[in-house]
């Protein structure tokens, strides 16, 4: 299995299980079936609900001996109402217990938008906390204090622009090291990729295979299914592997991590056995050729009239 070495000298295992939209009740028996595949990277967020029922599966397989807890890579993300420096050990600590960890892997601000303590999602312009009252430095300085404590081995952020990256990184004292962001064949995120890169912050992708199970209101009549795509129909017939599997091997071949969710066994595996797909170049030239840097996840429930952030404020376009 490929890793990744972030600047810190921690090594990410490229492939990761993605967590979000696995509902509880579900969660639980697919991580300890992706543990017993041989995933070692499981992406949490506080936001998603399920990491309690995420940390007993984790307790579970550490019992078993299916697994030892050096042997894992635990991702969390910080939601936007615990984004006070003062607020953020707090959260963290949070998920933690609810993981039954005593540090993550990897802990990530989730995005860049504050809002108050008592609103978890928005759905007022006054449900924000402005960048008046409170910066993402500031909730950088709660990144950096958790990692110097020792309750995350590396920090990082989701969701930011290279805009964002390069005014976080004019202050802060440990830089972010990862920057996890949708990406797919249809939002191919050239740019900020460059940027990263360039910067030594490693990116791992997500909604990687287009998210279809996204809740009601983020879909789109007009959008295209990525799963469906004809590019990826014939390369996937060519090489006698799954549409799911082009598309994550594509990332890996990048260099790039990749959270893939499932709560399905024989996608679970599936998935997994994604690194076995090899895209030659002139592969990898055609499916560069279908990007429509097109999101899936486009942020648009930040953009309340009234607020602080717009579209062209979240992503810098
Ligand atoms: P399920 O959890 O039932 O397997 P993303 O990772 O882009 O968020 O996409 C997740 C969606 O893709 C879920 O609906 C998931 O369903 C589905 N999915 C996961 N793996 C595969 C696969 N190998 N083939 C087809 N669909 C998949």
């Not at 993605?18 to 995933?39: C, D, F, M, N, Q």
């Not at 042997?71 to 600590?93: F, G, M, Q, R």
């Not at 791992?204 to 009601?216: I, K, M, N, V």
Request: glycine share 8%.
């Amino acid at each position: 299995m490929r890793s990744i070495e972030l600047r810190g000298g921690t090594k990410m295992p490229a492939l990761g299980l993605g967590t979000w939209k696995s509902a509880p009740g579900e969660v639980g028996a697919a991580v300890r079936e992706a543990l017993r595949i041989g995933y070692r990277h499981i992406d949490c967020a506080a936001i998603y609900g399920n990491e309690a029922e995420i940390g007993a599966a984790l307790a579970d397989a550490f019992s078993a001996g299916v697994v030892k807890r050096e042997e894992l890579w635990i991702t969390s993300k910080l939601w936007c109402n615990a984004h006070a420096t003062e607020d953020v050990i707090p959260a963290l600590k949070k998920s933690l217990g609810a993981l039954r960890l005593d540090y993550l892997d990897l802990y990530l601000v989730h995005w860049p938008i504050a809002v108050r303590r008592d609103a978890v999602g928005v759905k007022q312009a006054s449900d924000f906390v402005p960048e008046s009252e409170l910066t993402l430095l500031d909730t950088w300085r709660g990144m950096e204090a958790a990692h110097t404590a020792g309750l995350a081995r590396a920090i990082g952020v989701s969701n930011h622009s290279a805009k964002k990256l390069a005014a976080l990184a004019r202050d802060a004292s440990v830089q972010p090291e990862v920057n996890q962001v949708e990406l797919h064949p249809y939002l191919q995120q050239n740019a900020l990729l460059t940027y990263c890169r360039e910067h030594g912050i490693a990116v791992t992708g997500y909604s990687p295979l287009g998210s279809q199970d996204r809740p009601a209101g983020m879909h789109k009549s007009d959008e295209p299914i990525l799963l469906e795509d004809p590019v990826i129909a014939e390369l996937s017939a060519h090489h006698g592997a799954s549409p799911a599997q082009m598309l994550i091997a594509w990332q890996l071949q990048q260099g790039l991590s990749v959270i893939p969710k499932s709560v399905n066994p024989a996608r679970l595996r599936e998935n997994f056995y994604a690194h076995q797909v090899e895209l030659d170049p002139d592969e990898l030239e055609a499916i560069a050729a279908i990007n429509l840097d097109r999101r899936y996840v486009t942020g648009d429930f930040w953009a309340i009239p009234g607020g602080p952030h717009t579209l062209a404020t979240l992503w810098d376009e």
